[in-house]
Structure formats: structure tokens, C-alpha cells
């Protein structure tokens, strides 16, 4: 996370925790209801700083429906893998390969549902799936198969040539 | 805004005409959508114009080759209209479709 979201939220955050312990505090009764309300009026008496509550309070509205979307970027531009190109860069996210992975992992028999994690780095490509077999097939020649496809489709369809580990853990046999 | 001598090409014409040309590429499903409209980025520098874009491409296809296809029609297609050099094409696939 960027240093500036991570301030946005603090601030949000903490305003919101203690507008809580206020109003507990007045619930409760340890502050007396006139005590706020001679504030607020004091407050109000000078433009300037009335001025500067309504845009205090203004950016926290603003501030409270925007973070929703930067945290909906932040998980989209997430993870990447970048492949080499003379052109210019070129970056697949990984949402696209593992929803990719997901469809063709469940087009081979025997395989239920599937869950694909992708990890890049200099060396090469690990691919780490996870999947719920039926109890029918054989799992060992299933895997094989599974790993083949997953490997060819990488290699072939996407472009990827340094695979160097598909992981597979089944994690469920129905 | 680009300029050029005696007149301006505004960057909504930029983006239209990469729009067209990527129509014109196989194995592409859609163009991602940007949060706030824009999701075609394009750069102004003095070595030439730098493209971002977002694609969401067709099953079925090799994609480092669609890439390649987008990248050398978009920048065979704004360097033969526009006379404008393009420096580089980015691309980032957001996703596999059928």
C-alpha cells in the first residue's frame, strides 16, 4: 500500500474512532451534553474557523466514498507478470490467469473445482493450484495431466517460458 | 493536446484512432474500462508518444502474440495518420474471456 493511502485511511480511521468515544463518553454521561453544545456554538461564532470545520468535514465525506475504489485499484494492479516485448511493456495481471487456469483445469475430468495462485519472479514462474478431485479418477495421472495442461497452456498461450514449479496440493477428494 | 505545426490534434482523436485500429486485431474481446472513464492513456514526450492500455483479450489465442499484433498496429496506424513517432506501447492484459 502507498504511503498516502495509508495516511488517508489513518486519518479516516481515527476520526471515526473518536467521534465513537464521544459520543460513549456523552451516552455514558461522562461529559455533560451542554459542555458539546457550548462548543459547538463557540465554535460557530467565528467564520473563519466555521469555514474550516464544514471543509474538515467535507473531505471526510468525500475521503469516506473514495477509499472504497482505492483499495478496488490497488487489488487490481496488484500482482503482475511482466513479459519482454521490443514495443513496449507488457503486464498480465494475474486475475486473468488464474481465471483462465480455473476454466481450463475444469474442462478435465475428474476435477471439481480448482484455485490457482501465481508467483513471479527472476528465475522463473511458480504456479501453486489447489483442487477438489472426485474420488473416481486417479488422482496421480489427474495431477499429471493437470500440470501438463497448465504448463503447455503457459508456455503456448500466454507466452510464459520459464515455468519452473507447478505446485498442486488437492485439498479435497468428493 | 498535440501539437504540431499550425494546428492541434486533440488526445480524444488520439484515442479514437486506437480504438479503430485495435477493432481491426484479432483475439480481442474488449478494452477495459477505467474507473473514471479514460482507460487508453497516451504520454507526450519530446522521443515521441507513450500508449497505456488495458485489454481484455480472447480465449483461444496466443496472447504474447496478440500483443504483439496491438502494439505494431497501433503504433503502424498513429505514425502513418498523426506523423507522430511512437516511442512505446504498453499493455496490460486484465483479462481471459471466452
Not at chain 1, 460513549?24 to 461529559?31: F, M, S, Y
Not at chain 1, 466514498?65 to 487489488?75: G, H, R, V
Not at chain 1, 475430468?109 to 514462474?125: L, M, N, Q, R, T
Amino acid at each position: 500500500m502507498q504511503t498516502y493511502k495509508k495516511i488517508l485511511w489513518g486519518i479516516e480511521i481515527g476520526v471515526f474512532a473518536f467521534l465513537c468515544l464521544g459520543a460513549i463518553l456523552v451516552i455514558r454521561g461522562i461529559i455533560p451534553r451542554f459542555v458539546i453544545l457550548g462548543m459547538l456554538a463557540a465554535l460557530e461564532q467565528r467564520l473563519i474557523i466555521g469555514i474550516t470545520i464544514l471543509v474538515a468535514f467535507a473531505f471526510l465525506f468525500v475521503l469516506n466514498f473514495c477509499l472504497p475504489f482505492l483499495i478496488k485499484t490497488e487489488s487490481d494492479s496488484g500482482a503482475v507478470i511482466p513479459l519482454k516485448n521490443p514495443l513496449g511493456e507488457v503486464e498480465i495481471s494475474q486475475k486473468a490467469i488464474c481465471g483462465f487456469i480455473q476454466r481450463i483445469g475444469k474442462e478435465i475430468e475428474g476435477i471439481e473445482d480448482i484455485g490457482a495462485k501465481i508467483k513471479s519472479s527472476e528465475e522463473g514462474v511458480d504456479v501453486f493450484l489447489t483442487l477438489s478431485a472426485k474420488a473416481q479418477g486417479e488422482i496421480p495421472r489427474l495431477i499429471d495431466e493437470l500440470q501438463t495442461v497448465v504448463k503447455n497452456y503457459l508456455n503456448n498461450t500466454i507466452g510464459i517460458e520459464n515455468v519452473r514449479e507447478i505446485k498442486v496440493r488437492v485439498a479435497k477428494i468428493l | 493536446m498535440i501539437k504540431k505545426e499550425g494546428y492541434e490534434v486533440e488526445k480524444k482523436v488520439v484515442v479514437e484512432l486506437i480504438r479503430k485500429s485495435l477493432a481491426e486485431v484479432k483475439g480481442i474481446h474488449s478494452i477495459q474500462r477505467g474507473l473514471w472513464g479514460r482507460s487508453i492513456k497516451i504520454r507526450e514526450l519530446k522521443e515521441g508518444m507513450e500508449i497505456s492500455l488495458g485489454l481484455i483479450v480472447k480465449e483461444g489465442n496466443v496472447v504474447s502474440q496478440t500483443v504483439r499484433d496491438v502494439q505494431k498496429k497501433v503504433k503502424e496506424e498513429i505514425e502513418k495518420t498523426l506523423e507522430t513517432s511512437v516511442k512505446r506501447v504498453d499493455v496490460k492484459i486484465k483479462g481471459i474471456k471466452p
